[in-house]
């Protein structure tokens, strides 16, 4: 696992399921579920770690999209933040935020 990518995907995810206030128990389940298909070696101590780090963290959305410049691992992210938001709903200010990160990163939005 590259773990800085990992933690890249987490933190983009975790900005954009917090637009609504909180991260639900739905929405960390739903993340942690997606991220270790694509990276197996993450384990749940990791990942309570990384969204530590973003909580206690003052970046925004642009500073964690311009962590990933791979165009997979973008797709992959957009992906994860969608289905993670949506787990408890998809609210207007995560919709946003998910709308933003797709045009910063270039991409069209099939919603």
């Known amino acids: 696992m590259s ?19 909180i991260i639900s128990d739905a929405e960390v389940h739903t993340m942690y579920s997606l991220l270790v298909e694509r990276f197996p070696d993450l384990d749940e101590v990791t990942f309570d770690n990384v969204l530590d780090e973003f909580f206690e963290s003052e970046d925004q959305i642009e500073d964690y999209l311009g962590q990933i410049s791979d165009v997979e691992l973008r ?8 289905i993670s938001a949506g787990a408890d709903e998809l609210v207007i200010r995560e919709n946003i935020a998910l709308k933003k990160a797709f045009l910063i ?7």
């Open 3 to 21: 773990s800085e990518k990992c933690k890249a995907c987490i933190k983009v995810a975790a900005c954009i399921c917090a637009k609504d206030g």
């Open 75 to 82: 797709k992959f992210t957009l992906n994860l933040a969608e």
């Open 105 to 111: 990163w270039g991409f069209i939005r099939n919603a």
